[in-house]
């Protein structure tokens, strides 16, 4: 199985360049979170407006943000609303458009959130 690490950038997302959590995931990052998917919880991902993404797994119910929710709707769609959060990474897990294929976000906590940074 082929794993592709990558963060979809939207037209909206594209002037910010932050790989700070909740914006765009370094590959470095990303292949250290694929390489923990062992410590992942499957959880169920829901957005919840325009800026915060909910996870629940195990009765726990987590909210987040992210510059680009739009982007995580999309790839959520593709697997039915369920992800892998790998908590010691901060990074959700959700299916691309290829059968393998993976797409990986950083999610922060709302109160550690820092605004998009430009080029």
């Not at 002037?15 to 909740?22: E, I, N, V, W």
């Given at each position: ?77 593709l ?12 990074v959700?897990v ?26």
């Amino acid at each position: 199985m082929i794993l592709v690490a990558r963060s979809i950038v939207r037209a909206a997302a594209a002037t910010c360049s932050s790989f700070h959590d909740g914006h765009h995931a370094h590959h470095i990052r990303a292949r250290h979170a694929l390489g923990d998917r062992d410590l992942a919880v499957h959880a169920l991902v829901e957005i919840l407006d325009g800026k915060t993404v909910q996870l629940s797994w195990d009765g726990n119910r987590c909210t987040f943000r992210h510059h680009d929710v739009d982007a995580i709707g999309q790839a959520r769609a593709l697997g039915g609303g369920i992800g892998e959060w790998i908590p010691r990474w901060r990074v959700l897990v959700l299916p691309d458009r290829e059968p393998d294929g993976r797409i990986v976000f950083t999610l922060c906590d709302p109160e550690h959130w820092t605004d998009c940074t430009g080029p």
